[in-house]
């Protein structure tokens, strides 16, 4: 171990080291300014209203909906404690199963199908002199809302919609029926597809238009291809983006049901149960026409949902961190 000694060869004494320390931490202090200082006085001020906030909207409702699905509650009168008796009907009700297992089908099927065209998109549109009005065009759908968009939906693919017209122009007799109940929800899907794949490719455009151009004329000069490019340039340098999204995506895809109410369902009935969301589950078992509201098993589906995202967003963020890299 080395020893620290004075210029005449003595070591210091514990009163020097002492001073020596405190006149660190003071530069040290001085360094940091009076700025800093009041800065941190200044942040309990700052943060409380908005954590306020936050508990008030976010995290009470959170609370009161995990010790409502601990109920059997109509909405209206005392509530019975059934304790996890709502969550034992909800998985064995095969609504809910079917619910559940579209909901995952949308996002793991529905979320690759989205994010290939929005690479493909990505690729084809970078060198595309007209980019930016190509860009308006594809999110456009997204302007427009989704109620809109579900009923053009459902006129485009109805008996004597617009596709199946087309189709039998071209001497198709017997055009499929798209919108019955075998055949409903992959529409429906395709709908989501065809919404979201504007919305995720104009936030890819913007990561890779942040990419100097001279790292793409290098992969020129070396006579890479797209697809080369893509993989050694676009996706690395775009990775942070692109996991931002998948995080967007799982949200939206989890809490879906408007698309699917307005599509599949009318004022006097609820879609067909093959067509059901997780959410749209948690929705009917409150605002279904008939019977009699279950707000114990519409909260124990929304706590389920709730959990479902924490957890997938959780991985998402662990599966796709990586190092930042600088260009």
């Not at 017997?174 to 490719?201: C, D, R, V």
Request: aromatic share 12%; proline share 5%; glycine share 8%.
């Amino acid at each position: 171990m080395t020893t620290v000694v004075a210029g005449d060869g003595t070591r210091p004494t514990a009163s020097v080291r002492r001073r020596r320390k405190d006149g660190k931490a003071a530069a040290d202090r001085g360094a940091e300014g009076p700025f800093a200082a009041h800065r941190k006085r200044l942040y309990l001020p700052f943060v409380l209203p908005a954590f306020l906030l936050y508990a008030a909207f976010l995290l009470a409702p959170v609370v009161a909906t995990a010790w409502i699905s601990l109920h059997k509650w109509a909405g209206a009168g005392p509530m019975e404690w059934v304790g996890a008796d709502n969550y034992t009907r909800m998985f064995q009700d095969p609504a809910f199963r079917t619910s559940f297992g579209n909901t995952l089908l949308l996002l793991f099927g529905g979320g690759a199908v989205t994010f290939l065209l929005s690479f493909v998109l990505t690729m084809l549109l970078r060198d595309l002199a007209g980019r930016s009005t190509a860009r308006s065009v594809i999110f456009f759908p997204n302007i427009v809302p989704a109620l809109v968009i579900s009923i053009l939906w459902g006129f485009l693919f109805q008996a004597d919609g617009l596709l199946n017209e087309a189709l039998r122009s071209i001497g198709v007799a017997h055009p499929p029926a798209w919108l019955a109940e075998e055949n409903q929800f992959k529409i429906i899907m395709l709908g989501i597809i065809w919404m979201s794949t504007g919305y995720y490719t104009t936030i890819i455009m913007a990561a890779v238009d942040r990419i100097p151009p001279y790292l793409y004329e290098d992969c020129a000069l070396a006579g890479a291809n797209a697809w080369q490019r893509f993989g050694h340039v676009t996706l690395p340098l775009s990775w942070d983006v692109i996991g931002i999204c998948a995080v967007l995506w799982t949200i939206n895809a989890m809490k879906t049901f408007e698309f699917i109410l307005a599509m599949a369902g009318s004022t006097s009935s609820m879609p067909a149960t093959a067509t059901w969301t997780a959410s749209l589950y948690a929705y009917t078992s409150v605002f279904a026409p008939t019977g009699v509201p279950q707000y114990g098993i519409a909260a124990a589906s929304a706590i389920v949902t709730l959990a479902l995202v924490g957890v997938l967003v959780v991985l998402i963020r662990r599966m796709m961190r990586r190092e930042a890299l600088e260009f």
